[in-house]
């Protein structure tokens, strides 16, 4: 059945109407608000100690929760794809778990492991806090971006099938040569799709995150746990709306980032 241009053209204004409503004019106010002061309020509010503390924490977080991912992302696809072993439907169940958990669901389980009273409470004991410290912040994206490398890894590795490598290995080559020469280069799109999905899940993590921190300013507060304390605790919404734009900054220019991303995977 081919549409009519009546149709096609019905589609389009509810497709627009509903991205109008729930997407742009949200964005359109925050920004309005963020910027009726002019250029100068903006950059005072985001240049404060606790606006430049919880920008440095949220690239840290980053900086140490995407290596990880991508170490043991990669493992977790390759194992799946590569591997025929009994429970592989459990580990594809498992990555998609925090797709379908409450981030803060995540939370109140690693206070249950991790807390004074939990499992491996006993590491306060030997200095070592992990609940209301970073340590169980970076867990916590740990935990809620795991599916992103994993996911946009996967169908690359269906894709290109295992003739390359089992050529390469025909030939002498050792399993480290095989990926480094052979799977890496394959899988270098979808491993950098996920590595952008993963950036900008760190970045806009709040429910999980603030369940295991302490949000004092200069020791565990995030940008989006900034915002929070702005607008609920301290009620400087103007100072909020600055730190949100801050934050959807950044997350645009992982956003356009990977749009080229995804042109250039086109292209070649």
């Known amino acids: 059945m081919i549409p009519t241009t ?3 053209i019905s589609l389009r204004v509810i497709a627009l109407t509903y991205i109008i409503v729930l997407l742009l004019v949200p964005i359109g106010v925050i920004l309005w608000r963020t910027f009726a002061d002019g250029i100068g309020g903006f950059i005072d509010q985001i240049t404060t100690p606790a606006a430049i503390s919880a920008l440095q924490l949220s690239l840290l ?3 140490i929760v995407v290596p990880l991912n991508v170490v ?3 493992a977790t696809a390759l194992a799946l794809v590569r591997g025929r072993f009994r429970g592989r439907g459990v580990i594809q169940a498992i990555v998609d778990l925090p797709f379908a958990v409450s981030p803060i669901v ?5 206070i249950l492991l991790w807390g004074a009273n939990g499992w491996f409470g006993g590491l306060e ?3 070592i806090k992990v609940i209301f410290a970073v340590p169980g912040m970076v867990l916590a ?18 894709e290109i099938g ?12 050792s399993s480290w040569q095989t990926f480094w020469r052979i799977t890496l280069p394959a899988i270098r799109w979808g491993l950098t799709y996920g590595i952008v999905l993963t950036i900008a899940r760190s970045l806009g993590e709040f429910g999980a995150v603030i369940m295991v ?10 940008l989006t746990l900034l915002v929070h304390a702005r607008y609920i605790d301290d009620h400087n919404t103007y100072g909020a709306y600055a730190a949100s734009t801050l934050l959807m900054g950044i997350a645009v220019i992982a956003l356009l980032f990977m749009t080229l991303l995804d042109r250039k995977r086109k292209t070649t």
């Open 106 to 110: 995540v939370g109140v389980s690693l």
């Open 141 to 158: 994206t740990i935990f809620v971006t795991l599916p992103f490398v994993v996911r946009e890894v996967e169908p690359v590795l269906y």
């Open 125 to 127: 004991d030997i200095g």
């Open 6 to 8: 009546r149709t096609r």
């Open 72 to 74: 043991f992302g990669v």
């Open 213 to 222: 921190s302490s949000n004092f300013p200069g020791e565990s507060q995030t």
């Open 61 to 63: 977080i980053v900086a």
């Open 162 to 173: 295992e003739e390359q490598e089992q050529a390469a290995a025909t030939l002498g080559a």
